[in-house]
Every structure is written in structure tokens, then in C-alpha cells.
């Protein structure tokens, strides 16, 4: 049993992770879609669209991947899962989503932890170090940064 996953996320950004995700996994292309909504794009044409693609994927259930909570993508896909055969997680980023398509034939509730996991996991400071080959830049006393 494969999950199909749609995106619905601001123009270009769905379509933008999903070509991401085909560059690394171009075998995918049938179980997952992405839907871009546009500014001024009145939310029920979007729900129209976003209810066509997810007919598209012809899978048992679907997981729902969209940007920002609280904003339109958000508020569509909220409106187009039922819970139990579709589940709608917000804050996609492409490690998510990476790690979504590589669970996607385990069960939806499952995918659904594999996301949050995949997602929270892969942000992190990451610590700049001068190359090997340079030293560091002497502190200059006279030099005054202007951020607060």
C-alpha cells in the first residue's frame, strides 16, 4: 500500500519540493502532487483543485503536506482531510518531505510521525569554521557591527 502525498503550500513553493523530490526520487512522480495557491486565488476554487488531485492519486490514503499554519494552504487542506484516510501536517520542508516519500508504504499514522520527526530533526544551527587552509581574522576594536 503506497500514501499518496499532495502538497499544498504558497506559489512556487509546492511545485518547488516537488521537484526536489523527483530529482532524488524521480519514481514518485505518480504519488505525489503539488498544488500552488495563489495570491488573490479565492479559497474554494483551490479546495475544487486540491479535491481533483487528491481523486488523481488513486490511493487508499493520502498525507497532506502544506507550509504555514493558519494561513489559506493551511485552511484548505484542513478542509479537504477527514482524519482517518487523509492527514494534514503544516510546516513542510524539504527534509520532511524527503523522509516522507522514502516511509511511504507504512501506514498513514506512522508517515504522519515520520514527517514531524524528519522535519524538527533536520533543523539545527550548524557551526562555521574557517576552511583549513585560512586563519581566522584578527578582531578589529574599530569595527562596529550595527545589528541589535
Known sequence: MTIGILIIAHAPLASALRACVLHVFPEVEQNL???DVRANE???DTLEIARMMVE???APSVLVLTDVFGATPCNVA??????VHSKLVAGVNLPM???TINYRHESLDLLVARA???GAQCIMQVA???P???TKKPHDPNHHDHSQ
Do not use: E, F, I, K
Open 42 to 44: 479565492p479559497p474554494s
Open 128 to 130: 562555521v569554521s574557517a
Open 132 to 134: 583549513l587552509n585560512q
Open 56 to 58: 488523481q492519486l488513486q
Open 116 to 118: 514531524l520527526a524528519g
Open 33 to 35: 502532487v503539488a498544488l
Open 97 to 99: 518531505l524527503l523522509r
Open 78 to 83: 484542513q478542509q479537504l482531510v477527514d482524519g
